[in-house]
């Protein structure tokens, strides 16, 4: 039986740096992927190929790079919210939330993924849509969802909390490495993480995540095989 896991983020390029090999075995085993982004990533730094763009010409362009990451990782389909990229904190947060409660009681997905609460890097666009959906899932609102991941950060894992689901990126690396440079406008971003694509840098091997809520329960403690674990 087919099962759904949205993952849900703040600019195209996240879900690519984070999840791609899950997203992509996902895929390949039979479940529905889907993806959720705040924003069309419109006020991203920008390399030099692309640096004359204004911030809507580059909002257009990074939503067709990220059409071509999603084929390549095996989204079944990408959503854009459309807030504006760098200022998510001050969108109201009612209204936001109950966007994201429209979105995933369209979809009905049995788990969704997002950031941790310290966006991973502190960033504030990542901090916003971590609270945002773990407000929509927490808020009995969303009745499919039986499971909500963080993202591991250092900050999670110092504070003991450890990943449920870890993924050994090794064998997925051409695959990942092509949807990263799918994302081309940001490539100068993506290099200074990952280098130059050619190998995959041990450091970002693992793609590892926490299960921050499940059924009630706040960081069950357990490891598992993947997310739909217990879920029938």
Known sequence: MSRTAAFLFAHPDDETFLC???????????????????????????????????????????????????????????????????????????????????????????????????????????????????????????PSVQKLYYVASDTLLQSGRLPSVTIDTEQDWPMKAEALRAHQSQIYAIERYFGDLRELPENRRLESFVLAWERGVSYPSKAEAGLFDGIN
């Open 20 to 142: 791609a090999s899950l997203i992509s075995r996902l895929q390949r085993s039979g479940d529905r992927t889907i993806l959720l982004l705040a924003t069309r990533g419109d006020a991203g730094k920008k390399n030099g190929a692309v640096s004359h763009l204004s911030n809507e010409e580059l909002g257009a362009l990074r939503e067709q790079e990220m059409e071509r990451a999603a084929a390549i990782i095996g989204l079944q389909e990408v959503t854009h919210l459309g807030y504006p990229d760098g200022k998510l904190k001050e969108v109201d947060e009612t209204s936001f939330v109950n966007r994201v409660i429209d979105y995933l009681n369209d979809r009905k997905p049995d788990v969704a993924v997002t950031f941790p609460e310290d966006g991973g890097n502190f960033h504030p666009d990542h901090m916003t849509i971590s609270k945002i959906v773990t407000a929509a899932v927490l808020s009995g609102r969303c």
